[in-house]
């Protein structure tokens, strides 16, 4: 009589605890800090046989990773409105210029068109007001959704200035 091969509870949760990680990720980067905290926190339960110490390291790793994957997202948005404020305060006004940010992870990256649409100047700064576009896409046909900001020019080049956003979209860009 041959029994079968029986692997050990831990390795077993671990397994599941990955494959669940796996599947959530793929769901964008929301998921991660779930994911990551719900694998350690089965892997600790399942390791050390308290599921309270188990919980507490999956609360604190899930913490951290969100933390970390917001702050990098910040980054990355970041990333993009430099280089449309630049673009527009290189641009005189009425001309249009080409703006793309290209990641070596493949998000956030963006491209669009830039057009300045008048400039204005105060004791504390010169600021251009313009247009820019989104591409969702790199097909030819893609749509583009059109948004209006302000940059102004600091000692160290040019910032985006806008408060507040055109739309829910561009929430962490402002």
Not at 58 to 63: D, I, K, L, R, T
Not at 65 to 91: C, F, N, P, Y
Request: net charge neutral.
């Amino acid at each position: 009589m041959t029994r079968p091969i029986s692997l050990p509870i831990a390795l077993r949760v671990g397994l599941l605890a990955a494959s669940a990680a796996a599947c959530l990720s793929l769901n964008g980067c929301a998921s991660i800090g779930a994911a990551t905290g719900a694998a350690a926190g089965i892997a600790t339960g399942a390791f050390t046989t308290n599921p309270a110490i188990g919980f507490g390291v999956g609360v604190a790793v899930q913490s951290a990773t969100d933390e970390l994957v917001k702050r990098t997202m910040k980054s990355l948005h970041q990333d993009q409105q430099v280089m449309i404020a630049v673009t527009a305060g290189t641009a005189s006004v009425g001309e249009t210029r080409p703006w793309k940010v290209k990641h070596t992870l493949p998000v956030e990256n963006g491209h669009g068109e830039v057009r300045v649409l008048r400039e204005f100047g105060s004791a504390l700064a010169t600021c251009k007001e313009f247009a820019f576009s989104v591409v969702d896409g790199d097909d030819a046909k893609a749509p583009a959704e059109w948004f209006v900001a302000t940059a102004c020019q600091q000692s160290s080049g040019w910032k985006w200035a806008s408060a507040e956003p055109a739309v829910e979209r561009w929430g962490n860009l402002q």
